[in-house]
């Protein structure tokens, strides 16, 4: 997993607006999907062993902590955070916080 945090990345296009590339990636895809979660305190995902999948996973977190393991680390993401996960990585999350973690996620599946 790749972690960086929005307040590291120098913004462009100034005085007109601010604009800051989280991540940027050329390829060939056929499925997209845009998702904002809401994980309640408590919840693991999934809710046991490991999750994996053919999309690559983009997420942008906005508020809130969760826990995760990914490729045989832990971290924890927290606002401003942003995360890109590989196809076919296993990973998991867990909010051990006392709010919801609202995040959003961008999925791209790769064109055969």
């Known amino acids: 997993?790749?972690?960086?945090?929005?307040?590291?990345?120098?913004?462009v296009g100034m005085p007109m607006y601010e604009m800051k590339?989280?991540?940027?990636?050329?390829?060939?895809f056929n499925e997209m999907s845009m998702s904002v979660i809401s994980l309640t305190p408590?919840?693991?995902?999934?809710?046991?062993?490991?999750?994996?999948h053919e999309e690559d996973e983009y997420s942008f977190f906005i508020s809130g902590e969760v826990d995760t393991y990914?490729?045989?680390?832990?971290?924890?993401e927290k606002?401003?955070?942003a995360?890109?996960?590989?196809?076919?990585?296993?990973?998991w999350c867990i909010n051990n916080?006392?709010?919801?973690?609202?995040?959003?996620?961008?999925?791209?599946?790769?064109?055969?």
């Open 1 to 11: 997993m790749k972690k960086i945090n929005i307040n590291d990345i120098d913004p």
């Open 21 to 28: 590339k989280l991540f940027n990636k050329q390829d060939n």
């Open 42 to 52: 408590g919840e693991r995902v999934p809710a046991e062993g490991m999750s994996c």
């Open 70 to 76: 990914c490729d045989g680390k832990y971290s924890v």
């Open 79 to 81: 606002a401003g955070d």
């Open 83 to 91: 995360t890109f996960i590989p196809a076919g990585m296993e990973h």
């Open 97 to 112: 916080g006392s709010e919801p973690c609202k995040l959003v996620c961008v999925m791209l599946k790769k064109s055969e």
